[in-house]
């Protein structure tokens, strides 16, 4: 996946995401999730997931930071998903 020469970020720029945006980003065919505040598109990575697409779709739209912790502590994500990197996960703007 990552020697693919596609853009698997499916954005041209990195992105500041709040929860609101994050939580627009999860079908199947636009799947977002957060990992240690660093957003990413899971989109091209569903069909090679070990789990299943179904256990992965867990975490699209919001913060999988602690299903990630609990079932890949070992994985580097930074490494496995760095050409799926979208951007940053901010707080919601205060109103």
Request: with cysteine; aromatic share 10%; hydrophobic share 35%.
């Amino acid at each position: 996946m990552k020697k693919s020469g596609q853009n698997l970020r499916g954005t041209d720029t990195l992105l500041r995401v709040t929860p609101s945006m994050l939580k627009q980003h999860r079908s199947r065919d636009d799947a977002w999730t957060a990992i240690h505040g660093k957003v990413y598109n899971i989109t091209p990575y569903l069909p090679y997931h070990p789990g299943g697409e179904k256990e992965l779709m867990r975490v699209a739209g919001r913060d999988g930071t602690k299903l990630f912790a609990l079932t890949h502590a070992w994985v580097n994500v930074d490494y496995m998903l760095d050409e799926c990197f979208v951007g940053f996960l901010i707080p919601e703007p205060a109103s």
